[in-house]
């Protein structure tokens, strides 16, 4: 049995009361390895790593910060094909489709934030002869950072990367469904920084995440994940009175005009439902809506490029789809299906379980329509391939659905009217609209959300800089100058 242990003050360590957590492939039921079961007491050994090492950190010079963090990536890039495997092998999604993407987004990210660590200035404020005032950006201490499983690389780096390059530690608490391929990429930074700065933590939410949200030396809270737990997060960080950033969940909308009514449009309209990702992404493009004037023939191209997809072994080169996480995951999927279907939705393609394995959680790519704006499965998350087809007439109507939903995190707007295009991404209520593009994050754009769907900004130094520092201000009395003098 392969047992990987965690990073905590630069050591790799087994949790202190010997505990373990199975993590299985999702594709093939097979256990992968075990991980630490962490408690308290580690979570307070990992805070206590990195208070130790703050100081030291903190008065590294930014440039140097960046550098080290330029060279994790370098190193990481060196090796990102073993990483892509891993995890692939343990979130089931496709190798070709998202794990190898993410691993290049991580990449890309540990240099962006390489490149933009000098970037923390401060400001002088005029304040009258006799005074001068500048502020200064100094990190808050240890983060606490706790990320899911969907996309995990690339979540958990996006946070470590930001902390770290603005001068903070951290103590990061990793999904239990998903740790393998964060551990692996700890272990490189964990050859280029000082021991304490960056410590990472396995563990159940209930536990290990519970225990961070309580500890005392935690200066910040940092979560991405669902907006139940997000909740959580928010209550503790007020009991400690510690800041709080939050990526939580979505329904985003998808709005395609009537002269959109192209291939191209259609695939990047598959592209934001995040279908090779099995759906399992917060900014999944889930709820469509389709003028009336082309929803048959537009949902026609998406229908048949959908049930095209290829699901399969994630580590299949020619699979576009691949598993859901776990059973849990894959039933909930399933309900939102049945019980639109019993409510009289249509599915034009997909609707069940995929039938090519009898392991694993695979879906089944879904488009369903026939579903009313105010039905459980066009409002709530539903976090899998199922995108439900909605059509509309003008434009205030479809802004007005659009926007009637407790998530605002992602819009899509699909038109060659710029006018119209631009009029409508101007009036969502969204942390990110694009338009004519349903592609992930690139480093430098500024993402979250607004709403349910969280608090901060992550991928851009500007939100890392308001996220992970605060301003101070020094103030400077001046004497009048002696003229005297000698
Ligand atoms: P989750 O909220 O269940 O878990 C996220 C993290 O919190 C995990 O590390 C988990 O162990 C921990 N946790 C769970 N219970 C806890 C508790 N009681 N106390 C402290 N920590 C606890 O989310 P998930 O199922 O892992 O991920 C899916 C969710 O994440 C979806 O809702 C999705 O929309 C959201 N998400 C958001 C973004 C974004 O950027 N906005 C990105 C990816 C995923």
């Known amino acids: 049995m392969t047992r990987t242990r965690m990073l905590i003050g630069g050591l790799d360590v087994e949790a202190a009361d010997g505990r373990w957590l199975p993590v299985y492939a999702p594709a093939t039921g097979e256990l992968l390895a075990e991980v630490p079961r962490a408690g308290r007491a580690d979570v307070a050994a990992a805070a206590e790593a990195a208070a130790a090492a703050f100081d030291g950190w903190r008065r590294t010079p930014p440039a140097a910060r960046g550098g080290l963090l330029t060279r994790v990536g370098d190193d990481l890039a060196a090796c990102r094909e073993e990483i892509a495997v891993l995890l692939a092998r343990e979130t089931g999604n496709a190798i070709r489709l998202q794990s190898r993407p993410e691993v290049r987004s991580a990449i890309d990210l ?73 551990l692996a990429v700890a272990a490189i930074f964990n050859r280029h920084l000082p021991p304490g700065v960056l410590n990472v933590v396995t563990g159940l939410g209930g536990e290990a995440g519970a225990a961070l949200l309580a500890e005392p030396r935690i200066a910040k809270l940092s979560f991405t994940g669902s907006t139940v737990i997000g909740r959580m997060v928010m209550a503790a960080a007020a009991d400690r009175v510690v800041p709080v950033s939050l990526e939580l969940g979505g329904k985003s909308p998808s709005i395609v005009f009537p002269d959109a009514d ?40 998406v229908a048949e490029k959908a049930g095209r997809l290829v699901v399969g072994d994630p580590l299949d080169e020619r699979t576009d789809i691949g598993s859901i996480i776990n059973e849990r995951q894959f039933g909930r999927v399933d309900r939102y299906v049945r019980e639109a279907v019993d409510l009289g939705a249509e599915a034009l393609t997909g609707g069940g379980r995929w039938t ?67 009029r409508t991404a101007a009036r969502l209520d969204a942390g990110w609209v694009q338009v004519n593009r349903g592609l992930g994050q690139l480093p430098g754009l500024s993402y979250g959300g607004v709403k349910a769907s969280g608090i901060g900004r992550e991928f851009s130094i500007e939100g890392a800089i308001d996220a992970f520092t605060h301003r101070k201000t020094t103030t400077i009395a001046l004497r009048e100058r002696n003229l005297h003098v000698g």
């Open 262 to 301: 192209d291939d191209v449009t259609a695939d990047g309209v598959i592209a934001s439902m995040r279908f090779p990702r099995q759906g399992q992404s917060c900014t999944a493009g889930s709820r469509l809506f389709v003028h009336e004037s082309i929803f048959e023939s537009f949902l026609a191209r």
């Open 356 to 422: 090519g394995s009898d392991q694993g959680f695979f879906y089944t790519p879904t488009v369903l329509t026939g579903v009313r704006h105010d039905w459980a499965a066009a409002r709530e998350e539903i976090f899998g391939p199922v995108q439900v087809a909605i059509p509309w007439r003008t434009e205030d109507e479809v802004v007005a659905m659009a926007n009637d939903s407790d998530y605002g995190l992602a819009g899509y707007v699909w038109s060659h009217d710029i006018d119209a295009a631009l």
């Open 110 to 182: 540990l240099r962006y934030f390489g490149g933009t660590a000098t970037e923390l200035k401060g400001e002088t404020v005029p304040l009258g002869d006799g005074l001068l005032n500048f502020t200064t950006r100094e990190p808050l201490g240890v983060v606490g950072a706790m990320t899911p499983w969907n996309a995990p690389v690339q979540l958990s780096t996006v946070k470590v990367a930001a902390a770290l390059a603005t001068g903070n530690t951290v103590v990061i608490k990793v999904s239990e469904e998903a740790p393998l391929a964060v």
